[in-house]
């Protein structure tokens, strides 16, 4: 599997672009910012990206969306819950950034949901509790947490949409249920795996 994290925007936000060795297939993961940045990491991987995935609404994980989809093409996909988001201005005003056209998604995504790009094969799941919509990505031994799970830290709850028991119920039963050495790549910050964070995240154990 290929797989580059960038980091981009004032929010320090984590892009994924993930692809197949094989078919060299691949799929962007939370275009946030700094859409030159991506599209290049894009040509220089030599991916065919089918599709723009998004762990939530937020605009430091949508920032570039437009950009991106328009210089790609690929599918944009978002759960139901959050797609919304794609429409309105509200938390973009609410950060106090500057909030780019609309853009509808292609496919809304539902916990379960499959997203197989090439040989790899992934499985949505519906974290609600960061924002209503909020999904991880899992597959391939690895999650993609969002702003769900953070390395030895959980998502803020205070925004619109969130919700504090929501969001310990969602790391609990869709997170911690997962094998010990599940690498976690979430939405700022570095990785860590499943059992780190079941070992030593202050935020489980409260
Ligand atoms: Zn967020
Ligand atoms: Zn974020």
């Known amino acids: 599997m290929i797989l580059k994290k960038l980091v981009v925007g004032p929010f320090a936000s984590n892009c994924y672009i993930v692809g197949s060795e094989s078919s060299k297939e691949g799929m962007i ?19 065919d990206i089918k599709s723009i995935v998004l762990t939530h609404g937020h605009i430091d994980h949508i920032g570039a969306l437009k950009e991106v989809k328009e210089a790609i093409g690929a599918e944009v996909a978002i759960h139901t ?18 909030y780019p056209t609309p853009l509808p998604p292609d496919r809304l995504l539902d916990g379960g949901d499959s997203i197989d790009i090439g040989d790899l094969h992934f499985v949505v799941l519906h974290t609600p509790g960061h924002s209503s919509g909020g999904i991880c990505l899992l597959g391939e031994g690895i999650v993609f947490s969002g702003d769900t799970l953070f390395n030895f830290g959980i998502g803020r709850y205070d925004l619109p949409g969130g919700n504090y028991s929501q969001l310990m119920n969602s790391i609990h039963t869709k997170l911690m249920v997962l094998p010990d050495n ?25």
């Not at 993961?29 to 030159?36: M, R, S, V």
């Not at 819950?81 to 500057?98: C, I, K, P, T, Y």
């Open 81 to 98: 819950d959050d797609a919304q988001a794609l429409q309105e201005n509200s938390v973009g005003a609410m950060f106090g950034v500057s």
């Open 182 to 206: 599940t690498v976690v790549y979430p939405g700022h910050g570095p990785e860590t795996t499943i059992g780190t964070e079941r070992g030593g995240n202050p935020f489980l154990h409260s």
């Open 29 to 47: 993961i939370d275009p946030g910012d700094e859409a030159e940045v991506i599209l290049r990491g894009v040509k220089d991987l030599g991916l």
